[in-house]
Nanobody
Framework: QVQLVESGGGLVQAGGSLRLSCTAS????????VGWFRQAPEKEREVVIS????????YYTDSVKGRFTISRDNAKNTVYLQMNSLKPEDTAVYYC????????????????WGPGTQVTVSS
């Protein structure tokens, strides 16, 4: 069983930046592809970005292209989500999740979830 924990959320003004971290507390996160998802109030969960096991394949949803980047440090058992030029519409609970491949993560075929971290962007 892999336990994922997100951190780094908070309140930021529009145009600002945040970096979220997703850390695995048990088995190594390097064995899995990882994705970041978000869910805003009264909206469905959406996949934001994902990264493959070796970091060579990433997926971005159109709304975050050019603003968000994902990276991983397998030695630290951590995946990062760097969010720049934040907009109020980025406000949501952000979750990281792990799966066997980036493609399956994007399809929502997930093995493990974190509890989420709140990101609030003020206008």
């Amino acid at each position: 069983q892999v336990q994922l924990v997100e951190s780094g959320g908070g309140l930021v003004q529009a145009g600002g930046s945040l970096r979220l971290s997703c850390t695995a507390s048990t088995r190594t996160l390097g064995h899995y592809a990882v994705g970041w998802f978000r869910q805003a109030p009264e909206k469905e969960r959406e996949v934001v970005i994902s990264i493959s096991l070796n970091g060579g394949n990433t997926y971005y949803t159109d709304s975050v292209k050019g603003r968000f980047t994902i990276s991983r440090d397998n030695a630290k058992n951590t995946v990062y989500l760097q969010m720049n030029s934040l907009k109020p519409e980025d406000t949501a609970v952000y979750y990281c999740a792990a799966g066997v491949s980036a493609e399956r993560v994007v399809r929502g075929e997930l093995l493990y979830w974190g509890p989420g971290t709140q990101v609030t962007v003020s206008s």
